[in-house]
């Protein structure tokens, strides 16, 4: 079955940086696209970035633009999420994503807290 672990998330100050990753296992990674969404408390999950099959073309958010790069690994079937000078409003817990045929995957989802 589909799974889809995440890591990689923890407490930085303000400009700081971290790097999630989320390993997939339970299908074939390389024929689809991956997300990364995030949740912040009391708000909706949004989508943060996509990136294609092949990691050719990739989405941001308006918010983090410039600042998040994904990325992934099809020879070992994980997509990343680097995250550049964070901000407080950056805190969230950080879910990887698979759509596939209509149904959404999800992780556990991973903190990141960005704090003085």
């Known amino acids: 079955q589909v799974q889809l672990v995440e890591s990689g998330g923890g407490l930085v100050q303000p400009g700081g940086s971290l790097r999630l990753s989320c390993v997939a296992t339970g299908f074939t990674f390389s024929p689809y696209a991956m997300s990364w969404y995030r949740q912040a408390p009391g708000k909706e999950r949004e989508l943060v970035a996509r990136?294609?099959?092949?990691?050719?073309?990739?989405n941001y958010a308006e918010s983090v633009q410039g600042r998040f790069t994904i990325s992934r690994d099809n020879t070992k079937n994980t997509v990343a999420l680097q995250l550049n000078n964070l901000k407080a409003e950056d805190t969230a817990v950080y879910y990887c994503n698979l759509r596939r045929v209509g149904r959404d995957y999800w992780g556990q989802g991973t903190q990141v807290t960005v704090s003085s």
């Open positions: 990136i294609s099959s092949d990691g050719g073309s990739t």
